[in-house]
């Protein structure tokens, strides 16, 4: 990906599993920003029928689809969240094909501001890409009964998948702004209202 193809200032917009992104990129998108949403990336570059799928089933085998001969995307979570050989593996098949799309989608954006939402900015050392990262952050137990329900794992399965990723006060360490998505709809809302007027509004503005 290269958000300086971007006609439009480009931020990340990143936080833990479960913690809201896609809730605040729906609210950025409201606001007027063009959000391109990595996890959608995702699914498409492992549609029916696509490369990116048929080089995933010969690395993790034809178990990993479902009888209609599409991704089990839970199914293949389990397993590589479980091994981080595997995930890694995964990530080469996946990364390449989603920062093609997301350079494309970013270069044809339009409005005041482009974000790139995606998962493993500070993982993948690519914050410094951007004009800023934007974490969205939330309590870890409420991060984890969301996990949960949303998923329906047990709390096992759950927590091996919280342990992953990057712990969050060094995901905090690392963002230029935060969000706390621990209270209510509202209140992430009135957050991201002061940030849009804010410091946000600056970067809009720069040339």
């Given at each position: 990906m290269a958000p300086s193809d971007s006609p439009v200032p480009v931020i990340g917009l990143?936080?833990?599993?479960?913690s809201g992104k896609s809730t605040v990129g729906g609210m950025l998108a409201?606001?007027?920003?063009?959000?391109?949403d990595a996890d959608q990336l995702a699914r498409e570059v492992v549609a029916l029928g696509?490369?990116?799928?048929?080089?995933?089933?010969?690395?993790?085998?034809?178990?990993?689809?479902?009888?209609?001969?599409?991704?089990?995307?839970?199914r293949l979570a389990g397993r590589v969240f479980a091994d981080p050989e595997e995930r890694r593996r995964l990530e080469q098949i996946l990364h390449p094909r989603i920062a093609e799309l997301a350079r494309?989608?970013?270069a044809a954006a339009r409005g005041q501001l482009a974000v790139y939402q995606a998962p493993l900015i500070f993982e993948t050392g690519r914050e410094g890409e951007f004009q800023g990262v934007l974490l969205v952050d939330c309590d870890p137990?409420?991060?984890?009964?969301?996990?949960?329900?949303?998923?329906r794992l047990g709390e096992a399965g759950a927590r091996a998948r919280l342990a992953a990723?990057?712990?969050?006060a060094e995901r905090r360490r690392?963002?230029?702004?935060?969000?706390?998505?621990?209270?209510?709809?509202?209140d992430t809302r009135a957050q991201l209202h002061r940030l849009w007027e804010g410091d946000l509004?600056?970067?809009?503005?720069?040339?």
């Amino acid at each position: 990906m290269a958000p300086s193809d971007s006609p439009v200032p480009v931020i990340g917009l990143t936080g833990g599993i479960a913690s809201g992104k896609s809730t605040v990129g729906g609210m950025l998108a409201q606001l007027g920003a063009a959000v391109v949403d990595a996890d959608q990336l995702a699914r498409e570059v492992v549609a029916l029928g696509t490369p990116g799928l048929q080089e995933v089933v010969a690395a993790f085998g034809k178990e990993v689809l479902d009888g209609e001969g599409r991704l089990d995307r839970g199914r293949l979570a389990g397993r590589v969240f479980a091994d981080p050989e595997e995930r890694r593996r995964l990530e080469q098949i996946l990364h390449p094909r989603i920062a093609e799309l997301a350079r494309d989608r970013l270069a044809a954006a339009r409005g005041q501001l482009a974000v790139y939402q995606a998962p493993l900015i500070f993982e993948t050392g690519r914050e410094g890409e951007f004009q800023g990262v934007l974490l969205v952050d939330c309590d870890p137990e409420l991060q984890l009964a969301r996990l949960r329900a949303r998923d329906r794992l047990g709390e096992a399965g759950a927590r091996a998948r919280l342990a992953a990723q990057l712990p969050a006060a060094e995901r905090r360490r690392r963002a230029t702004w935060i969000v706390d998505n621990s209270g209510s709809l509202e209140d992430t809302r009135a957050q991201l209202h002061r940030l849009w007027e804010g410091d946000l509004a600056a970067l809009r503005r720069s040339p």
